[in-house]
């Protein structure tokens, strides 16, 4: 799905290139020393903290040049979207190693624990679904199994972006980038097809696929245009394991409570508090509900007198947002710096265990110098979430009002991006000082002062309408969960003066709301004049219609810009320009 690569999503690495987290929600690939690089609107999100800068170019692509494979033909088969017939091998553990354009430089990185899908079919046909891990496009590629070998034979379309006229704004055409054999050119800068072969192999063994042809043999999997020209992502290894780790779940007889767990220091600003799960089993012990998008998931430890150890990693299952398996990791950290972007940073790295102070009495556990996260693979670090410090202590519900929110960022629409954005600060704490629920926690946008619905075709995830969004939600695309309680929106509409955020706790019957704040904003995305008042929220929709710029009535927007009018139970109505 090409529509789904428009954002990328801002992370360590962009703070290694001192990049605004939010000021470019999506930085196209630009130039560099006046070189032009990857033609591709997609980024990588460089969330692993194995990158590694390296030297390739990538071809000047505002210039006209001979193809560089004549004698090799693309075709216009359509890409392969739906999972085939045929025998499913899910999950897979992927450890894959290759090439990524990250702000205009091709970078070295691992990713590891991705989870892949293969398929067999009954007549020896098989279907490798992101089989390039370093540009995943949920494509599934096509070739044909000969024993325990599966032999892929390129070129073959592997991703679709959409086009844009000369405003920026994304059009009905598109262009196609193949998957190809490739090896590195005689400069060795840079990769070029391979015109004596475009088999890649793979075999298929204990649970095991690997790729046979891989860079030891100086062949690399690349994305490149209908001509043979390397846009900059390639893999060069790749190996899918079958992940042989259960979900450990405490026993059917266990007690599960309710807990408060304090991370971080007041002293650097860096506190914050969580409701997490836990489980006294016997002499094990268990914490959940510390994985935001797999809240199922829980992490094992052993009760051993006045300590509770954790020793090493712990299966927690797949992601279901990420795609990653993940695990709970013991970690600690260290200050490194980048001397290339005299950029320093706390560099995060796996400890063997992590160690609590137990107190049976108080039935509570503190971990003084202990960290842990949970983390996308297990054999490079990339944090999912990070705890500091942990201090876990039993928790009773108080229902109450939340604090005000706020917007700490606005982006207004562009036509270059084709959205807009919020950046959302939400509160975890009551006007009283309490720690909230967050499986009660929500949060309403309101735009020009209206109650903003997110409807299911602007919101592709969505099934049903919302307004009232939990705080927790994300679809990882245009409802994203940032660090904390940071949250980032993105929107299809034009011409707001004022932008709002109120926050609802919903205990029952009863429902408790902050104030809605308000501000006024500006073409530029200035926020000025914020207002704070309560109101209900009360704004019932009735309908909603479009109309393009001719004022013709249309059932559903495709591509283009519409005005969009909602009516409301009182007889008001809104109309605003909508661009999709």
């Known amino acids: 799905n090409s529509v789904a690569m428009r954002k990328i999503y801002m992370t360590f690495a962009a703070a290694l290139f001192a990049v605004a987290a939010f000021a470019q929600p999506l930085a196209r690939n630009h130039q560099v020393n006046g070189q032009t690089t990857c033609p591709l609107h997609y980024q990588a999100p460089g969330m692993s903290m194995s990158l590694q ?89 096509k070739g044909k199994k000969d024993g325990d070998v599966f032999t892929f034979t390129f070129p073959q379309k592997y991703y679709m972006e959409p086009g844009f006229d000369e405003e920026g704004n994304e059009t009905t055409d598109s262009t196609s980038y193949y998957l190809w054999r490739m090896k590195i050119n005689e400069a060795g800068n840079s990769f ?45 290894t790749s190996e899918w394991h079958k992940e042989k780790a259960q979900v450990e779940q405490p026993s059917a007889s266990a007690a599960i409570e309710n807990y408060r767990m304090d991370v971080g220091s007041k002293e650097d600003g860096t506190d914050d508090a969580h409701v997490v799960k836990v489980a006294f089993d016997g002499d094990n012990f268990f914490i959940g509900n510390i994985s935001g998008d797999n809240p199922s998931a829980w992490a094992k430890g052993k009760i051993d007198g006045d300590k509770v150890v954790f020793d090493g990693k712990k299966y927690l299952g797949v992601d279901p947002i990420l795609g990653y398996h993940t695990y709970f990791s013991p970690s600690g950290k260290q200050k490194v710096t980048w001397e290339e972007y005299d950029y320093t940073f706390d560099s995060i790295y796996f400890e063997k265990e992590l160690v609590f102070a137990y107190d049976r009495t108080a039935k509570t556990l503190k971990a003084e110098n202990g960290n842990f996260i949970v983390n996308a693979g297990k054999n490079v670090v990339y944090k999912l979430n990070e705890y500091v410090k942990p201090v876990l202590s039993p928790w009773t519900e108080v229902a109450g009002t939340p604090k005000d929110p706020s917007i700490d960022e606005y982006m207004p629409y562009d036509n270059e991006y084709g959205y807009g954005a ?55 695309f245009d409802i994203m969960k940032k660090d904390g309680m940071v949250r980032t929106v993105y929107f299809y509409l034009q011409g707001m003066t004022t ?12 429902t408790y709301k902050s104030n809605l704040v308000s501000y006024k904003v500006d073409e530029r995305g200035n926020l000025t004049g914020i207002s704070r008042d309560i109101t209900t929220g009360s704004e019932e929709v009735k309908s909603v219609s479009y109309t393009d710029l001719a004022g013709r009535r249309i059932s559903k927007p495709a591509h283009g810009i519409f005005l969009k009018t909602v009516k409301y139970a009182d007889g008001s109505q809104k109309t605003v320009k909508y661009v999709r």
């Open 422 to 476: 919020l950046q959302l600060h939400m509160e975890k704490v009551s006007t009283a000082g309490d720690l909230l629920n967050p499986e009660k926690l929500f949060y309403n946008l309101y735009f020009d002062d209206a109650l903003f619905t997110f409807y299911p075709d602007e919101y592709l995830a969505l099934k049903e309408e919302m307004t009232d969004v939990p705080v927790n939600y994300t679809d990882n």
């Open 499 to 510: 932008v709002g955020v109120q926050e609802i706790y919903k205990d029952g019957d009863t």
């Open 192 to 236: 070029i097809p391979d015109t004596e072969s475009q088999d890649i192999r793979y075999v298929f063994r204990n649970d095991s696929l690997i790729r046979i042809d891989n860079n030891s043999d100086g062949v690399v999997l690349a994305l490149a245009t209908d001509e043979g020209e390397w846009v900059g992502y390639a893999d060069f």
């Open 53 to 141: 800068k390296t030297d390739f170019l990538l071809p000047n692509f505002g210039k006209a040049r001979p193809m560089l494979a004549p004698n090799l033909q693309v075709t216009d088969d359509p890409m392969i979207m739906s999972q085939p017939a045929g025998t499913l091998y899910h999950n897979y553990y992927g450890v894959n190693s290759g090439y990524e354009v990250f702000f205009g430089n091709v970078m070295s990185t691992t990713i590891d624990g991705m989870a892949h899908d293969f398929v067999v079919a009954d007549d020896g046909t098989v279907y490798i679904k992101n089989i390039m891990a370093t540009l995943p496009s949920r494509a599934w590629v």
